[in-house]
């Protein structure tokens, strides 16, 4: 066995099989007649939810390009997202999430927001719901 380490191996093969061949958690044969999974482990957090030890990052991504990065690393087997309000892209990071037809269960999505946003407003409000 030789189990990928990250979904950028994945890409690198994308070359050699079928989009449909790709599928996460299926088990691909090599010519050489190795075995690669196409998994990337999961870390398990306190609340019980599992996160992918790697993500796909969307820093300076933006527009149309942005939205064509997602898709295809979410059809290569990501299932970890990292974006921030700061970065602009939310709505394409989005977008396509939901193009790509995967359950939002099955994703873990990251985002972060500025140091602004945390404590209370000028009106008593938490900041993120008062601007």
Do not use: H
């Not at 090599?30 to 030890?53: E, F, H, I, W, Y």
């Not at 969307?58 to 149309?64: D, V």
């Not at 359950?103 to 946003?117: D, E, G, M, N």
């Amino acid at each position: 066995n030789c189990p990928l380490q990250s979904p950028l191996e994945i890409s690198a093969m994308k070359r050699e099989y079928e989009e449909d061949e790709l599928t996460p958690g299926k088990k691909l044969k090599l010519a050489d007649g190795a075995q690669v999974s196409l998994t990337v482990p999961n870390l398990q957090l306190n609340t019980g939810a599992q996160m992918p030890q790697v993500m796909f990052g969307t820093y300076k991504t933006k527009g149309e390009s942005c939205f064509s990065a997602v898709l295809s690393a979410l059809r290569s087997g990501y299932r970890g997202m990292d974006t921030a309000s700061v970065y602009a892209n939310e709505k394409e990071v989005g977008a396509a999430i939901r193009e790509s037809g995967i359950p939002r269960q099955q994703l873990f999505i990251q985002t972060k927001l500025w140091r602004s946003f945390v404590g209370n407003g000028k009106n008593g409000k938490p900041r993120c719901d008062a601007e």
